[in-house]
């Protein structure tokens, strides 16, 4: 008589970033679990180098070939909806995948202004995903050096964004809305504000733009700056694909889930990345959180084929590293829970972090490939005192 081997637990995995990649090789600790992994495009993209690739001073994709481990399924395509309680996924081709666990890691895009600025749409250059960011590339290359650019938006994005592209001799003006990079301490401010001005950005705080033509841009004041090219890095939003797909999400339309990262609807769905609220209270969108959560989504899935309980979420930051250029940068260290201290450093060791922290982010992706369950991240960061009870299996 002849034995039928036993039929694999399948997971799909929605979203190829760093924090699906890195979930999908991490659940190849069980043998019996097959890992389907979805994406709309073919190639990794690394985020955190897209204005490295609009500069063109860097690459910023990666070969799914050297990033995924044996056996993972890559399939290129998108998925126009979740059917919960059939357990489906629904794909823009037409094609359905069955799964017995779902992981939503769609990461997230830039967002268009909350209030209506003209000539957005048609003249702004956003810079959050590889197709817009291909288009600024382009754009760029047949603009002479001496072409006016602006940049809106004064985080992080906007800072490496205005230094990298005024390295090259472009002339800059940022556009900050408010402060320049509001999510750093005086100090930090202090340090890239410096570089900044030495790279000769003209930096405009408490500026916003209210118009985009396709040769200036007006700003609150009514002030027209001449800019051959406006690059909007104002904000990020999340796909609505979990709010098309009748699951709960914050205003934003992160997936709402408890402690576990497991979604309040349905408990074998389970969010990481960007597009994850746990408790309501979502960590900052960052390479820097997506790896570990997605490390945590595999591990909740993982615990609920073993039977056990899923562990809590549990992740600290150590702080942010921004790029200034190709030669320098500022490190901005912060409290465990995210806060940023009064303390940074500037200069070109910063810059070498920096640079270390993007090379390790796809080396401990192809190391968890190459050994499941060898991915380590800082734990400890301050977490809401009451979550909601876990969802029971049904």
């Known amino acids: 008589m002849t034995e039928v081997a036993p039929q694999k637990i399948h997971v799909v995995v929605v ?37 490295q690739f609009v500069a063109d001073t860097g690459v910023a994709t990666a070969d799914y070939a050297t990033l995924l481990g044996d056996g993972i399924r890559l399939v290129v395509d998108a998925v126009d909806r979740i059917d919960a309680p059939a357990r489906r996924v629904l794909l823009s081709s037409g094609g359905e995948l069955d799964y017995d666990y779902l992981i939503y890691a769609v990461g997230s895009t830039g967002a268009a202004p909350v209030s209506a600025v003209a000539g957005f749409a ?16 382009y754009a760029l290359a047949d603009l002479p050096l001496t072409s006016p650019v602006t940049v809106v938006g004064g985080g992080l994005t906007g800072i490496e964004t205005a230094s990298e592209l005024a390295e090259q001799g472009r002339h800059v003006t940022l556009v900050c809305g408010a402060a320049l990079g509001p999510s750093l301490s005086k100090r930090g401010r202090r340090s890239v504000a410096k570089r900044l001005r030495g790279f000769g950005v003209n930096v405009l705080e408490s500026a916003t733009v209210t118009e985009v033509r396709w040769d200036a841009v007006v700003l609150s004041d009514g002030a027209v700056l001449p800019s051959a090219a406006t690059i909007w890095t104002a904000g990020f939003a999340v796909p609505d694909l979990a709010a098309r797909s009748g699951l709960s999400t914050d205003a934003l339309g992160r997936l709402l889930t408890d402690e576990t990262l497991t979604s309040i609807d349905n408990p074998y769905v389970v969010a990481a990345g960007d597009a994850a609220a ?7 969108m960052s390479c820097q959180a997506a790896g570990p959560l ?71 992706i192809r190391r968890e490939a190459a050994k499941p369950g060898s ?3 800082l734990k400890g960061g301050k977490r809401p005192a009451q979550a909601p009870a876990e969802i029971a299996l049904r």
Not at 17 to 41: E, K, S
Not at 309 to 338: E, H, K
């Open 294 to 364: 997605g490390a945590q989504a595999a591990n909740t899935v993982l615990s609920r084929i073993a039977g056990s309980a899923p562990a809590p979420l549990n992740q600290a930051f150590v702080g942010q590293c921004i790029s200034l250029g190709r030669t320098f940068g500022t490190v901005q260290l912060a409290r465990t829970d995210d806060t940023p201290v009064n303390m940074a450093l500037g200069g070109r060791t910063a810059a070498s972090i920096k640079e270390a922290i993007c090379k390790g982010t796809l080396w401990a």
């Open 122 to 137: 048609d003249f702004a250059y956003p810079i959050a995903d590889l197709e817009s960011a291909q288009r600024l590339r």
């Open 278 to 284: 746990p408790s309501g209270q979502p960590l900052r």
């Open 375 to 377: 991915y380590r991240w």
């Open 15 to 51: 979203g190829g970033g760093y924090a699906g990649t890195l979930a999908a090789n991490h659940l190849r600790q069980r043998p019996d679990v097959a890992i389907t992994l979805v994406n709309p495009r073919p190639v990794f993209v690394e985020r955190i180098r897209l204005h």
